[in-house]
T-cell receptor, first 112, second 114 residues
Framework: EADIYQTPRYLVIGTGKKITLECSQT?????MYWYQQDPGMELHLIHY???????EKGDLSSESTVSRIRTEHFPLTLESARPSHTSQYLC???????????FGQGTRLTVV | GENVEQHPSTLSVQEGDSAVIKCTYS??????FPWYKQELGKRPQLIID?????GEKKDQRIAVTLNKTAKHFSLHITETQPEDSAVYFC?????????????FGKGTHLIIQP
């Protein structure tokens, strides 16, 4: 079934560690996005991509980085995690017409 | 860029009553307005959307209205049920063209009182 997958779902990690949050979609979408969301709160766009080798920063400044080497894969990396990075990270994708956004289940990150 | 304001932040209604959530947007070029529902611990999911060439759209108990002149749009839920309890987000974007993501409102916590 076509969907968008995120791993891990939950992650607790120590300060200073490097982490990568995985996002893969089997929907054939070119455009992918990362949003940061505190539980029940607003969604902030932190990164997006038009397609392979394209990455752009979103509206909310983030210390994370992203890459897009394959169409279906859009990982997000934090080189040195800090408690301020504790949040939920949602990956999404849209088709070429930029209409409905499909979200992954999210990764809930806690940095201790 | 686009700015979306959403009100109220919390809405409590009796089961069976109607609920209305309102949003305004700033960019007159925006032409696509979706509404997402996010249940506790789950991902946001599209429940209804409207394009700028339409003034109203209905899907069973849910309807969305759009006033392009005033740059505001609203979600209407009739005959509310306990399963309608969730956070609802409105959004706006320019469809087609570039990939810049949806601009979301801050969300409305809808609570259905039994």
């Amino acid at each position: 079934e076509a969907d968008i997958y995120q791993t891990p779902r939950y992650l607790v990690i120590g300060t200073g560690k490097k982490i990568t949050l995985e996002c893969s979609q089997t929907m054939g979408h070119d455009k992918m996005y990362w949003y940061q969301q505190d539980p029940g709160m607003e969604l902030h766009l932190i990164h997006y991509s038009y397609g392979v080798n394209s990455t752009e920063k979103g509206d909310l400044s983030s210390e994370s980085t992203v890459s897009r080497i394959r169409t279906e894969h859009f990982p997000l990396t934090l080189e040195s995690a800090r408690p301020s990075h504790t949040s939920q990270y949602l990956c999404a994708s849209t088709d070429h017409m930029n209409t409905e956004a499909f979200f992954g289940q999210g990764t809930r990150l806690t940095v201790v | 860029g686009e700015n979306v304001e959403q009100h109220p932040s919390t809405l409590s209604v009796q089961e069976g009553d109607s609920a209305v959530i309102k949003c305004t947007y700033s960019d007159s070029a925006s032409n696509y307005f979706p509404w997402y529902k996010q249940e506790l611990g789950k991902r946001p999911q599209l429940i209804i959307d409207i394009r700028s060439n339409v003034g109203e759209k209905k899907d069973q108990r849910i309807a969305v209205t759009l006033n392009k002149t005033a740059k505001h749009f609203s979600l209407h839920i009739t005959e509310t049920q306990p399963e309608d309890s969730a956070v609802y987000f409105c959004a706006a974007r320019i469809s087609g063209g570039g990939a810049d993501g949806l601009t979301f409102g801050k969300g409305t916590h809808l609570i259905i009182q039994p």
